[in-house]
């Protein structure tokens, strides 16, 4: 029987439409999972909001919405232009940085947005896909199997001056999650192992330092918190705890869209952003879980893909980057969520409401796709 | 050089439009200069040019005219595509032909901006039906006195430049 599906009509015509058969061979799987998250995300934010002054659901699906013309953007412009210009755009990205320590919003403890009338934009987000991007073109012009520490010096380098300022904010979360995508990268361009154990123990040393000379004092109290749920039910503890009953609330199938006591009950604080997920949980049990995560797992698989079939350095480093960041981000939030790593502000991609982060997993997204398409040019 | 120029007027704009808001609270409604500039870059006829023009000037406009964050980013970003679609397709050098690509554009931006406060909000209130034909003759007549004056002066510098020149030799 004849195959009549769309990509079939698409990879029937004649060999002169080229541009049609490229489009219809691009991996759109990561599209189809980022739009699916992002309308479960708009569902769960809806219900999520229901209960407070402001309705989140219009200015939400506006930023879905914006996000998808994003996502056309990052797919229209070929990624080696994008890496063509990625010092200037790092320098911009570190601008910002720099401007938010001193006219920025402070929101949740950190001066960590900068805002222009009604607009409000995190100058993280766009550090990281600033890093990336320079990244993926410093690495792929080093032609060896393994770095030399030199070189992985000056990544880590190009990496330490956003996570210093984002730190500063101060974001301890935020600063962290710049590293997940180096570190992916960096393992693909080639480190040996005993770099890897000797950057192990410095990152301990490193992090011993931080908990004594950095971290205030709220930050401490969060790390506390996860380690002893139950010294403050009331205090610290709250957040995690009121958490951990809405996941555990939800068993296998939920109690039903909109009828969570946690959330419509405004027991969780942060519910429509850092805590959507056991809004989720809480909402539509075990099932709305494992489905939300079998998409996410289908959204990096569909990633590998691309990187797998790219025949470009830069382009596979590129994926890989993108790809580590959301991975990280999505492992990072579950965890914490259930009470297996200390809370932080970290958004849950394409689910958690907020713009700024949004448009740029969808921008992501875009390179992703225009990576793949691109991959008989570039090589 | 061209995302200096582009600050530059886009900083323009967004002084122009204070300037005009303060003169008259009616003025911002008779006339949206950012949508000119919007235009007036999607008639290059790139198409990722005029996505990401309009995005900025877009989410530009939001910030500054309030209201919900993004309605003009999405329209402007619809509109500039649209522009740089058609300019790839059509030669537009007359005025005519130039004030009908800005008249559409306008009234295609007032389009989404009401599907879009109708799909979204509970309440939405929409624009009068007669500012929006006033907005939209507004913006075609705006948009062909730019693309006139422009053209002239860039043929005036071009003229001077020439004759510059042949002193010089």
Not at chain 1, 226 to 243: D, H, K, M, N, T
Not at chain 1, 342 to 354: Q, R
Not at chain 2, 121 to 140: E, K, N, Q, S
Request: hydrophobic share 55%.
């Amino acid at each position: 029987m004849r195959d009549t599906s769309p990509l079939a009509v698409f990879a029937s015509l004649p060999e002169e439409r080229t541009f049609l058969r490229t489009l219809a061979d691009v991996r759109w799987g990561v599209l189809v999972t980022a739009i699916l998250l992002a309308a479960i995300g708009l569902a769960t934010v809806h219900s999520a909001s229901a209960e407070m002054e402001v309705d989140y659901l219009p200015r939400h699906a506006l930023r879905i919405l914006l996000g998808l013309l994003v996502c056309a953007i990052g797919f229209g412009i070929d990624y080696q232009v994008l890496t063509k210009f990625s010092v200037p755009i790092y320098i911009a990205s570190i601008t910002l940085l720099v401007l938010v320590l001193f006219v920025g919003r402070a929101a949740g403890g950190a001066r960590s947005w900068l805002g222009v009338g009604s607009a409000q934009i995190q100058p993280s987000d766009v550090a990281k896909i600033a890093v990336i991007v320079l990244l993926s073109r410093y690495l792929a012009g080093i032609n060896r199997r393994h770095l030399t520490l030199p070189q992985i010096s000056l990544a880590l380098a190009v990496v330490l001056v956003p996570m210093v300022l984002v730190a500063l904010e101060p974001d301890l979360g935020g600063a962290a999650m710049l590293l997940p995508p180096v570190v992916g990268m960096l393992l693909v361009a080639g480190v040996r192992w005993r770099l890897l154990l000797a950057g192990a123990v410095v990152a301990l040393v490193i992090g011993a330092g931080i908990w004594n000379f950095v971290m205030l004092d709220y930050q401490r109290q969060r790390v506390k918190t996860f380690v002893s749920p139950q010294s403050e039910p009331l205090g610290a503890g709250y957040q995690l705890r009121q958490s951990k009953i809405a996941v555990g609330s939800g068993q296998l199938t939920g109690r039903g869209y909109m009828q969570g006591t946690q959330s419509q009950l405004r027991f969780l604080p942060a519910r429509h952003t850092d805590f959507i997920f056991a809004v989720l949980a809480e909402e539509w049990g075990f099932l709305g879980v494992a489905v939300v995560l079998i998409l996410y797992a289908l959204y990096v698989r569909n990633g590998v893909t691309v990187a797998l079939r790219s025949r470009d350095r830069k382009a596979i480093l590129l994926v890989v980057g993108l790809l580590s960041g959301f991975a990280f981000h999505v492992l990072y939030n579950t965890a914490m969520v259930v009470g297996l790593l200390p809370i932080t502000g970290i958004p849950l991609p394409f689910l958690s409401y907020g713009g700024s982060f949004m448009l740029a997993n969808f921008f992501a997204t875009g390179v992703i796709l225009g990576i793949d398409f691109r991959r008989y040019v570039n090589r | 050089m061209p995302a200096v120029r582009f600050l530059i007027a886009l900083a323009a704009v967004v002084a122009l439009h204070f300037v005009g808001a303060r003169i008259s609270d009616d003025l911002p409604r008779l006339l949206d200069l950012f949508l000119v500039m919007v235009v007036f870059y999607g008639l290059q006829g790139d198409l990722i040019l005029g996505l990401a023009v309009g995005l900025l000037v877009g989410l530009v406009t939001d910030a500054v005219t309030g209201g919900l964050y993004g309605l003009h980013g999405f329209a402007d970003t619809i509109v500039g595509y649209g522009t740089a679609y058609a300019a790839q397709r059509l030669v537009i050098r007359r005025p005519p032909g130039i004030f009908l690509m800005f008249a559409l554009a306008a009234a295609a931006q007032q389009a989404i901006l009401v599907g879009l406060v109708v799909m979204l909000l509970a309440d939405p209130a929409l624009p009068d039906l007669t500012w929006m034909l006033i907005r939209v003759a507004a913006t075609g007549v705006a948009g062909v006195l730019f693309v006139l004056i422009r053209r002239r002066s860039l043929k005036r510098i071009e003229v001077w430049r020439r004759s510059r020149t042949s002193k010089l030799k």
